[in-house]
């Protein structure tokens, strides 16, 4: 008979999550965020103009960029950052320049 495991469960993620809920972003199409291949110029910049205007209404902005910050998020607008900014911003060694 194999020798019975206790299975360890994994730490509740819900309170580094829960900021989500109150995310401007929340019903917005993803695609708004997150630029789809090959987007060049106006289009692109007009989108990231777009979501930039919903972060700056969001009550967690500062809780989004930090977490973007912290997690390296490579893609998308994250407390109303590009991953552009926040990558030039990390290798100035600049990130908190970012915080809100
Ligand atoms: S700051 Fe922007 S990307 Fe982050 S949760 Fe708010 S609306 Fe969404």
Redesign the pocket.
């Not at 995310?23 to 989108?47: I, K, S, W």
């Not at 777009?50 to 977490?67: D, M, S």
């Given at each position: 008979m194999p020798a019975l495991k206790l299975l360890t469960l994994p730490p509740a993620v819900a309170e580094s999550w829960d900021w989500?809920l109150e995310?401007?972003?929340r019903d917005r199409d993803a695609a708004l965020?997150f630029h789809p291949d090959n987007e060049r110029g106006d289009a692109r910049d007009d989108r990231i103009a777009a979501a930039k205007e919903?972060?700056r209404t969001?009550p967690?902005?500062a809780q989004?960029?930090r977490h973007a910050l912290r997690t390296r998020e490579p893609y998308g607008?994250?407390?109303?950052t590009t991953e552009d900014e926040r990558r030039a911003a990390r290798s100035r060694g600049r990130a908190g320049s970012l915080s809100l």
């Amino acid at each position: 008979m194999p020798a019975l495991k206790l299975l360890t469960l994994p730490p509740a993620v819900a309170e580094s999550w829960d900021w989500q809920l109150e995310a401007a972003c929340r019903d917005r199409d993803a695609a708004l965020f997150f630029h789809p291949d090959n987007e060049r110029g106006d289009a692109r910049d007009d989108r990231i103009a777009a979501a930039k205007e919903v972060c700056r209404t969001c009550p967690v902005q500062a809780q989004c960029l930090r977490h973007a910050l912290r997690t390296r998020e490579p893609y998308g607008i994250w407390g109303g950052t590009t991953e552009d900014e926040r990558r030039a911003a990390r290798s100035r060694g600049r990130a908190g320049s970012l915080s809100l």
